[in-house]
C-alpha cells in the first residue's frame, strides 16, 4: 500500500519530469506527444526507437532528451563496418602490469543514443541486446555492470533501405517503445525557423535534471499501483495480438510487462499514484505495434500492425472505474472490483 510519504514524494518528483519535459519541448517544436513518450520511457526503464523519414529531428530528439538530464551521454553512429567491441569495449593486454585491461565501448554511458541502428550488421546490432535486457556486458567471461539510469535511444530511417540490415524479432522485442516524429505543421515549422534559422537549438540548452534526479523518479514509478482488473486489461490485450487472424507473430510476454511498467509511468507523469485504463489505451500502439509481424495477406491488403493494435483496443472490454469516489483503485474499504463492460463502452 502506498504512503503519505510516497505520494507527496511523487508530487514533488513530477516536478522534476516537468522540467525535463518543457527544456525538450523548447527543441522540438509542436509534438508535445512525442516527448511525453519519449520521457515515459525513460521513467519506465525502458529504451526507446525512433523511426521516420530523414530530417524531422530523430537524432536531435535524441540529443535533446540526452542534455537535458546532467549525466553521462555517448552516442554511436552505426555503420557497416562497425564492430561488436566497438560498442561493448575490449581487453587489452597490458605489457607493463602483464594482465588483460578492460577498455569499455560506447554502451557504457547513462544514456546511449543510437544514430541509424539498422546500418550495423546483425552482429553488431545483438551487442546491445545483452545490455538493453541486463544492463550489464559480458566480456572474456567477466560481467560489467552498466550505470543507472540506463536508456539506449536509437534511430532508423524506414525508407533508405539499400545496405540496411533490418532489426530482428528480438532486437525489437527489447525497445519499450516506438514513435515516429512525423512532420511539424507549418506553424510549428515556422515558429522554428525563427528560433533555430540561425544558431543550434542545442547551443544553449542547460541540463534541468541531474543522473540522481531521474533516479528517485523510476523508484516513485515503481511504487504506482495497478489493480488487478487493469492487469488483466494488459494481458487481454497482449493475449489478443497472439490469435488475431491478421498477425503472424503476436506480442510477447515481455511486451506485457512493459506496456504495465509504461502505463505506470504515464500516471506518474499525470500525478497519479494509480495507473487507470486509459494509461493502457494510450500506449498500446508504441508498445505493441513494433514487435507484431502481419501476415502475407494482411500486408497485400495494406492493414499495418498499428491498424490491428486499434482494432484490439476496440474490440477488448475494459474494465469500468471502481463504484469510490476516492479515485484510487483498492484504497477505499469494500469498494468492488472494476467491472467489465462491453466493447465501446467507454471511449479511447
Same mark, same amino acid.
Given at each position: 500500500?502506498?504512503?503519505?510519504?510516497?505520494?507527496?514524494?511523487?508530487?514533488?518528483?513530477?516536478?522534476?519530469?516537468?522540467?525535463?519535459?518543457?527544456?525538450?519541448?523548447?527543441?522540438?517544436?509542436?509534438?508535445?506527444?512525442?516527448?511525453?513518450?519519449?520521457?515515459?520511457?525513460?521513467?519506465?526503464?525502458?529504451?526507446?526507437?525512433? *523511426?521516420?523519414?530523414?530530417?524531422?529531428?530523430?537524432?536531435?530528439?535524441?540529443?535533446?532528451?540526452?542534455?537535458?538530464?546532467?549525466?553521462?551521454?555517448?552516442?554511436?553512429?552505426?555503420?557497416?563496418?562497425?564492430?561488436?567491441?566497438?560498442?561493448?569495449?575490449?581487453?587489452?593486454?597490458?605489457?607493463?602490469?602483464?594482465?588483460?585491461?578492460?577498455?569499455?565501448?560506447?554502451?557504457?554511458?547513462?544514456? +546511449?543514443?543510437?544514430?541509424?541502428?539498422?546500418?550495423?550488421?546483425?552482429?553488431?546490432?545483438?551487442?546491445?541486446? *545483452?545490455?538493453?535486457?541486463?544492463?550489464?556486458?559480458?566480456?572474456?567471461?567477466?560481467?560489467?555492470?552498466?550505470?543507472?539510469?540506463?536508456?539506449?535511444?536509437?534511430?532508423?530511417?524506414?525508407? *533508405?533501405?539499400?545496405?540496411?540490415?533490418?532489426?530482428?524479432?528480438?532486437?525489437?522485442?527489447?525497445?519499450?517503445?516506438?514513435?515516429?516524429?512525423?512532420?511539424?505543421?507549418?506553424?510549428?515549422?515556422?515558429?522554428?525557423?525563427?528560433?533555430?534559422?540561425?544558431?543550434?537549438?542545442?547551443?544553449?540548452?542547460?541540463?534541468?535534471?541531474?543522473?540522481?534526479?531521474?533516479?528517485?523518479?523510476? *523508484?516513485?514509478?515503481?511504487?504506482?499501483?495497478?489493480?488487478?482488473?487493469?492487469?488483466?486489461?494488459?494481458?487481454?490485450?497482449?493475449?489478443?495480438?497472439?490469435?488475431?487472424?491478421?498477425?503472424?507473430?503476436?506480442?510477447?510476454?515481455?511486451?506485457?510487462?512493459?506496456?504495465?511498467?509504461?502505463?505506470?509511468?504515464?500516471?506518474?507523469?499525470?500525478?497519479?499514484?494509480?495507473?487507470?485504463?486509459?494509461?493502457?489505451?494510450?500506449?498500446?500502439?508504441? +508498445?505493441?505495434?513494433?514487435?507484431?509481424?502481419?501476415?502475407?495477406?494482411?500486408?497485400?491488403?495494406?492493414?499495418?500492425?498499428?491498424?490491428?493494435?486499434?482494432?484490439?483496443?476496440?474490440?477488448?472490454?475494459?474494465?469500468?472505474?471502481?463504484?469510490?469516489?476516492?479515485?484510487?483503485?483498492?484504497?477505499?474499504?469494500?469498494?468492488?472490483?472494476?467491472?467489465?463492460?462491453?466493447?465501446?463502452?467507454?471511449?479511447?
Amino acid at each position: 500500500m502506498t504512503t503519505y510519504e510516497d505520494r507527496a514524494s511523487l508530487t514533488d518528483l513530477t516536478t522534476t519530469a516537468e522540467r525535463v519535459r518543457r527544456s525538450v519541448e523548447g527543441v522540438i517544436e509542436g509534438k508535445p506527444e512525442v516527448v511525453r513518450l519519449a520521457l515515459t520511457v525513460l521513467l519506465a526503464e525502458g529504451h526507446l526507437l525512433i *523511426e521516420d523519414v530523414p530530417g524531422v529531428g530523430k537524432t536531435m530528439l535524441a540529443k535533446t532528451l540526452a542534455r537535458s538530464i546532467d549525466c553521462s551521454v555517448r552516442r554511436i553512429q552505426f555503420t557497416p563496418d562497425l564492430l561488436p567491441s566497438d560498442i561493448t569495449g575490449v581487453s587489452i593486454f597490458d605489457q607493463q602490469e602483464r594482465d588483460f585491461e578492460f577498455k569499455p565501448g560506447a554502451i557504457f554511458a547513462q544514456i +546511449v543514443i543510437g544514430d541509424e541502428i539498422n546500418r550495423a550488421s546483425p552482429k553488431t546490432q545483438s551487442a546491445l541486446l *545483452e545490455s538493453m535486457e541486463e544492463r550489464q556486458v559480458t566480456i572474456d567471461g567477466k560481467s560489467y555492470e552498466l550505470p543507472d539510469p540506463f536508456m539506449v535511444v536509437a534511430t532508423q530511417n524506414p525508407v *533508405e533501405m539499400e545496405g540496411t540490415y533490418p532489426l530482428p524479432e528480438a532486437q525489437r522485442d527489447r525497445f519499450m517503445a516506438r514513435v515516429s516524429i512525423g512532420y511539424p505543421s507549418p506553424e510549428a515549422e515556422l515558429q522554428m525557423l525563427d528560433v533555430h534559422g540561425a544558431v543550434s537549438p542545442l547551443d544553449d540548452l542547460q541540463p534541468v535534471a541531474h543522473a540522481h534526479d531521474i533516479v528517485k523518479l523510476i *523508484e516513485a514509478v515503481r511504487t504506482v499501483h495497478v489493480a488487478e482488473p487493469v492487469r488483466r486489461y494488459a494481458v487481454d490485450l497482449v493475449a489478443a495480438t497472439r490469435t488475431h487472424a491478421d498477425l503472424r507473430l503476436g506480442a510477447s510476454p515481455r511486451a506485457t510487462l512493459h506496456l504495465l511498467r509504461a502505463a505506470k509511468a504515464a500516471a506518474a507523469l499525470s500525478g497519479r499514484e494509480y495507473a487507470l485504463p486509459d494509461d493502457v489505451q494510450s500506449l498500446a500502439v508504441p +508498445v505493441l505495434a513494433h514487435r507484431l509481424l502481419p501476415t502475407a495477406q494482411a500486408q497485400l491488403n495494406r492493414r499495418t500492425a498499428e491498424q490491428v493494435v486499434l482494432e484490439i483496443l476496440q474490440r477488448t472490454p475494459v474494465p469500468a472505474a471502481p463504484a469510490s469516489s476516492s479515485g484510487y483503485p483498492g484504497r477505499q474499504p469494500g469498494a468492488s472490483a472494476y467491472d467489465r463492460q462491453p466493447p465501446g463502452a467507454r471511449g479511447l
